[in-house]
């Protein structure tokens, strides 16, 4: 792996002979050791999908395989691709709710998915309003492992002058399922959680019967003191961590995950300077939510600073870049910036300035971990991870079937595919349903270069037109400038009028400008641009014309707030849907619209 202080050569266009060899090899490698060691696992066995496969194997009833096929690696590789079908969440959620039965008996989840016994179940955030589905989540050896360490050691690095990171996470637990043993005692306290904590608390092995003791430390590295993350109120969480981070004045890197988080952490020590620099002055944590079980640990980290205060106090708040001035030594950020979240990227450099890098972690998800950066002067640029996981794709014009599954070696340049997953922590095929666009190949060891897309089912429908995440983000983007600069937006079929028709929920950076209604038109253009079924039903009189909503500024990082709470999601992975169905959600932007246009109505309160 390259650091973030190197640069990768070009990606190449085509792959040689070569690379297609070690490609191969490594995935052959990979689906040995996956076949080998899973095939004792519950799932493994008993799963319906993996019946024919089962079948080639010669897999018996005690879990003994045939050890000619596993020597022959292209014979192993063929009948995966030939007789392992396409799987979704539905074929998994019969084993892992076994989980989640009361009681939890350790006989009936042990090599469930994979050898022994989870270290953390996964439970996604359920983005688009569905239900959150959970994935166990095992301990692997080190050689498998290489895309967690890389990331775990790059978003905490330890600094060579000292300096400090301010690292904005959390390590609260949706629940913790326990399993007993055959005479009813504690066999394993397993934390339900979101992919970054897990895997913080798996890398670290902080088992949570600790959680009382990790309180009580911090890390010499870390602005923060560990008990910041385990406050369960995001707003507390992040004012915190902001308190702690502004004292510091050797810090030199921020690690927010998503610029979304990012943003709201930018808006609270803005929005709360004043507050800030008197605790800094006192030494006093002030009342928060949340915060009783961990106030003594946070105040004995918390010492007045007047020296500091009077520092900060001459600091010009309003000058771009100002957290330069509050932190000279920072040099960088993390926070994923491509896809749907580049849109609060202009705000955050009001804050960290132009020169700042924006870094990114990868693509990491509650199945797995997809890719790793590849370029950060590109930070849409990202690198497929070959190592720990069988990583396919499904063109995305093809017939969604298991036989037009490719492998990393088949994939052309320009194309789109969605990604299907074959993981260590037993999933097999299993359709991930995001799109992506491959732009070349790593010329060092062939691996794919991609761009994140979108969704598969994601988009926008309000007749015979289908537009996707990807176009509706282009449109906002176009007519971005007019709106006063878009820091977030999302998208939803407004049946308010007559004839249904697009409204885009918008919070704006700053002031609605004069420019307003000329977005609008811009909107209604750039979309009969992006897609022309679109255009079509839209003449035919079958879609009105656009609206933008402008929401009051703080309301995505209140939806946030008021997910972790509605959920019991811990706070510091909330991703607002692009596209909106849930009325619930809707409800929640439509209480906080301030004004709408279209190109046929007056600003309305």
């Given amino acids: 792996m390259f650091t973030t202080d190197e640069f990768p050569p070009q990606p190449i266009s085509s792959l040689t002979a070569e690379l297609v060899g070690s490609l191969k090899e490594r995935t052959q490698e990979v689906l040995s050791y996956l076949v080998k060691t899973n095939s004792i696992s519950a799932y493994f066995n008993d799963a319906d999908s993996l019946s024919d496969f089962r079948n080639v194997l010669g897999l018996t009833t005690q879990g003994q395989l045939d050890s000619d096929l596993l020597s022959k690696p292209d014979e192993l590789l063929g009948a995966y691709h030939d007789n392992v079908s396409l799987t979704e969440y539905s074929d998994y959620q019969p084993f892992i709710s076994r989980f989640f039965e009361e009681p939890c008996k350790a006989s009936a989840v042990e090599n469930l998915m994979a050898p022994g016994m989870p270290f953390f179940i996964v439970h996604s955030t359920g983005t688009s309003g569905a239900i959150p589905k959970s994935y166990p989540k095992y301990r692997h050896p080190e050689h498998m492992s290489t895309s967690t360490s890389h990331v775990m050691k790059a978003s905490n690095p330890v600094s060579k002058n000292g300096g400090k990171n301010c690292i904005v996470y959390s390590l609260v637990s949706r629940q913790v399922v326990t399993a007993l043993n055959v005479d009813g005692e504690v066999d394993r306290c397993m934390p339900v959680c979101?992919?970054?904590?897990?895997?913080?608390?798996?890398?670290?092995?902080?088992?949570?019967?600790?959680?009382?003791?990790?309180?009580?430390?911090?890390?010499?590295?870390?602005s923060s003191p560990l008990a910041v993350s385990y406050i369960p109120d995001y707003r507390s969480m992040l004012f915190v961590h902001a308190l702690f981070a502004v004292q510091e004045r050797q810090l030199e890197l921020i690690n927010a995950m998503f610029t979304t988080v990012l943003r709201d952490f930018c808006h609270t020590i803005g929005n709360n300077w004043n507050t800030i620099l008197d605790c800094i002055e006192t030494g006093k944590v002030p009342d928060l939510e949340g915060i009783d079980h961990v106030r003594e640990s946070l105040e004995r980290y918390f010492k007045a600073d007047p020296k500091r205060t009077a520092e900060l106090r001459a600091i010009e708040t309003n000058a771009p870049g100002w957290f330069t001035k509050v932190w000279p030594g920072l040099h960088t950020a993390f926070a994923i910036s491509s896809g749907p979240f580049v849109m609060p990227v202009p705000e955050i450099r009001k804050y960290i300035g132009p020169d700042i890098p924006l870094n990114t972690l990868g693509i990491t998800c509650s199945e797995a971990f997809l890719a790793l950066p590849y370029?950060?002067?590109?930070?849409?640029?990202?690198?497929?991870?070959?190592?720990?996981?069988?990583?396919?794709?499904?063109?995305?014009?093809?017939?969604?079937?298991?036989?037009?599954?490719?492998?990393?070696w088949k994939v052309e340049v320009g194309k789109r595919y969605e990604v299907i997953l074959t993981t260590r922590d037993g999933l097999w095929r299993f359709r991930l349903n995001d799109i992506v666009e491959v732009v070349g190949f790593d010329p060092r060891d062939g691996q794919p270069i991609i761009h994140y897309v979108q969704r598969r089912d994601g988009g926008l429908r309000i007749a015979n037109e289908l537009t996707t995440e990807d176009q509706l983000r282009q449109v906002v983007l176009s007519a971005s400038e007019l709106l006063g600069n878009v820091s977030e937006f999302c998208a939803a079929a407004d049946y308010r009028k007559t004839l249904p028709r697009y409204a885009f929920f918008a919070e704006l950076q700053g002031d609605i400008p004069t420019s307003v209604s000329s977005a609008v038109t811009q909107v209604q253009a750039a979309l009969f641009e992006q897609n022309d079924n679109y255009r079509t039903e839209t003449l035919a009189g079958k879609i009105g014309t656009p609206v933008i909503r402008v929401v009051r500024q703080g309301t995505f990082g209140e939806y946030r707030e008021w997910k972790v709470r509605k959920d019991n999601i811990a706070a510091g992975q909330i991703k607002v849907p692009t596209v909106v169905f849930n009325h619930e959600v809707l409800e929640f932007l439509e209480e906080r619209v301030i004004e709408e246009f279209s190109v046929l109505t007056t600003a309305t309160s």
Avoid: H
């Fill in 194 to 222: 979101i992919m970054s904590t897990g895997t913080v608390r798996m890398f670290n092995d902080m088992v949570v019967d600790r959680d009382p003791f990790y309180q009580t430390l911090k890390l010499p590295n870390n």
């Fill in 375 to 408: 370029d950060q002067r590109d930070p849409s640029l990202y690198k497929v991870v070959g190592s720990d996981e069988i990583i396919e794709f499904l063109p995305e014009d093809a017939p969604e079937e298991s036989r037009n599954v490719i492998q990393t």
